[in-house]
């Protein structure tokens, strides 16, 4: 057996919180560290999960331990900071989705990882959903996607932060969806069109609801309707899923077993197989990964792009038409070559010989 890899922990809020407890589920890490710029909350949290003899410090530089590998868990804003820092140490690196607030963040946070040679990964904790995966493997079996669509309604009272962006569902949540459509279609979108809004019964000062239709590269639509302000026979905070295909017809609520009917009118079964879910699964895609020099899910490179189909999105409900992703992505790779200052990013930036080919959607 393999010798636990050791894992730096930035990050003590709530979402901290979970990933501790995921950290100490898991026998293949040990938790060696405890960052947060509130150092007695990352005390607080690390003896309330059983890391009483774990250091805790205000950052990487501060805590002097030796590691394997950092969990950035941070509020985005401070992702591009934290993650580049512990990739310019040498560490690999698990980061919360998502990657970073803005494409052009992305891109610096492509650079920083092919300048260290180490891996950067996003948790897309949607991609280890057990039923989200037997969906996927429905897919497969019918052939072709036409279609795919879903229905997102919630009606959370946040307070804070969210109820003051002003585009808080596809800011904040809308990336889930977008992130998983890529990997339930197999292919790569294209282009945008989206409308947000906020209703006038709605709590957020910002557009809590929003439609979007992406044209993928094979051709598939996918559409998304979703709201923050829908109170009353909500979905499931994965949404509700429907999939139409050359050979059927598949649907999945976001919770339960997915159900799908060939065109015979023959039930294709599901197969929901015992696996880690949701960050846990994140955790141990990540872990083999680092042990197996093998590229995971949602690595940064391809990431990009569901962050890309975010900002698109944003950018149509502004102005009212139609944004293509590769547009969305040379801008913002025009900007950080203006804006990056550190000589070896700069470097690393300026030897891409297309942006659209280093995230993946060119050959």
């Known amino acids: 057996m393999p010798e636990p890899l050791r894992l730096l922990q930035v990050g003590a809020g709530g979402m901290g919180r979970a990933w501790l407890r995921t950290i100490a589920d898991n026998a293949d890490v040990d938790l060696a560290g405890l960052i947060d710029l509130d150092v007695p909350l990352a005390r607080t949290a690390a003896d309330e999960h059983g890391y009483g003899d774990v250091p805790v410090a205000a950052s990487l530089a501060e805590l002097g331990v030796e590691a394997d590998a950092v969990i950035d868990v941070t509020v985005p804003v401070a992702h591009p900071t934290v993650s580049v820092d512990a990739l310019q140490r040498g560490l690999p690196v698990l980061c919360e989705k998502p990657l970073a607030e803005t494409v052009r963040e992305c891109l610096v946070m492509v650079a920083a990882a092919e300048v260290s040679g180490k891996l950067l990964m996003v948790s897309q904790s949607r991609r280890y959903f057990r039923a989200g995966n037997a969906f996927a493997r429905q897919l497969a079996g019918l052939g072709r996607i036409g279609s795919l669509s879903c229905e997102f309604s919630k009606a959370p009272h946040f307070s804070g932060f969210r109820e003051r962006m002003a585009e808080p569902l596809l800011v904040d949540m809308a990336i889930h969806q977008f992130d998983l459509a ?38 598939t639509r996918f559409t998304f309707t979703g709201s923050w302000c829908a109170p009353g026979l909500e979905t499931s905070w994965n949404g509700r899923w429907r999939a139409s295909a050359s050979g059927g017809t598949a649907t999945w609520d976001g919770a339960g077993a997915p159900v799908a009917e060939l065109a015979s009118g023959e039930a294709l079964p599901a197969v929901v197989l015992d696996e880690p879910e949701e960050i846990a699964g994140s955790l141990v895609e990540f872990v083999d990964a680092v042990r197996s020099s093998t590229i995971p899910q949602s690595e940064v490179h391809a990431n990009v792009v569901s962050v890309a189909m975010v900002e698109a999105a944003v950018r149509s409900a502004s102005t009212g038409s139609p944004v293509t992703i590769a547009d969305v992505l040379e801008a913002a790779y025009e900007e950080t070559l203006e804006t990056v200052r550190d000589p070896a990013l700069q470097a690393a930036l300026k030897a891409w010989p297309n942006v659209l080919k280093v995230v993946g959607l060119e050959a």
Do not use: H, M, T
């Open 182 to 219: 890529r990997k339930l279609i197999g292919s790569e979108p294209v282009s945008v069109y989206c409308e947000s809004y906020n209703p006038d019964w709605s709590w957020f000062d910002g557009n809590a609801a929003a439609s979007a239709i992406f044209r993928f590269a094979d051709g």
